[in-house]
């Protein structure tokens, strides 16, 4: 049982997320790796692990090309038959595979040690024509040096080396200066060249995003200025507005000359001046006649 032989590993591999079902993957892995391929027996188990309904993980199984629900040699060669790997001889090199090992492309060799299958590009184009020998990477792989290759694998599996069918001991492999198969170390800058060239677009980006923003200022500018000269025109087009006494609207009136005391404004020096008060008092009631 997975939950006995890999406990720790399932554990931890549960506690990253947040819904059992999201462990699927790396469970099927594990799973694929302990069987060989996923049995019936070992999709119900994956199933059991994560509460799922075992015709969803059958679901997850048939989607992707890398499980394997059927039996498989020890070893899926997989060949790269894409331009670049094309033109540097992978279909001489599927031809020298079929020929050594008697299949053809999705079968078994009868000792149940190799199956063999054609694949789309493995992003290695430089060190064309490539092959996975179980997800291993196998650099420069000419028909000549197909029996150095076939030899190496026949010895992990001799000597029971790990090998992991679902890629999660996956390794690079390639050909020394004697013609044997050798592993080699992933260089660091494959992992660490997409930092480069991400940080240079990003400042591009933001220079690019001064430039439109310098741009969208001197437009503002352009617009305030235009706006200006406009309100200036039409000040100086507009019919002057006269002030009920007469001045321009806006314009204080102007005081009257001054000859002498307070100055009197003009408004009201056109108005008739007050009456003078009269000498004879009115008759009142109650005063008594003269006579
Ligand atoms: S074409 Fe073969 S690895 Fe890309």
Known sequence: ???????????????????????????????????GHLTDKAIREVATILDMPHTDV?????????????PMGAWVLQVCDDVPCCYLGAE??????KDTLGIVEEQTTGDGLFTLQRVKCLAACNRAPVLQANLDYVYEVTPARVG???????????????????GRFAEDYAFGPDGA??????PAETVAAPAAPVAEEVALVA???????????????EVASVAEEAQAQAEEASPTQLAPDGSP????PKPETVTGGDAIPAHAAQQEPPAEPSEEKPAQAGDRSPL
Do not use: C, W
């Open 207 to 221: 220079e690019e995003v001064a430039l439109v923003a310098e741009e969208v200022a001197s437009v503002a500018e």
């Open 92 to 97: 001489e090199l599927i031809t020298a595979l």
């Open 148 to 166: 150095a290759l076939l030899d190496s694998l026949r010895s992990r599996v001799a000597e029971a080396k790990q090998r992991g069918v679902s």
């Open 1 to 35: 049982m997975l939950l006995d032989t890999h406990t720790s590993e399932i554990e931890a591999i549960l506690g990253r997320y947040a819904s059992k079902r999201s462990a699927v993957l790396p469970l099927l892995y594990i799973a694929q790796d302990s069987y």
């Open 58 to 70: 059958y679901e997850v199984v048939g989607f992707y090309t890398l499980f394997y629900n059927k």
């Open 181 to 186: 198969l050798v592993q080699i170390e992933r």
């Open 249 to 252: 609207a806006g314009e204080m």
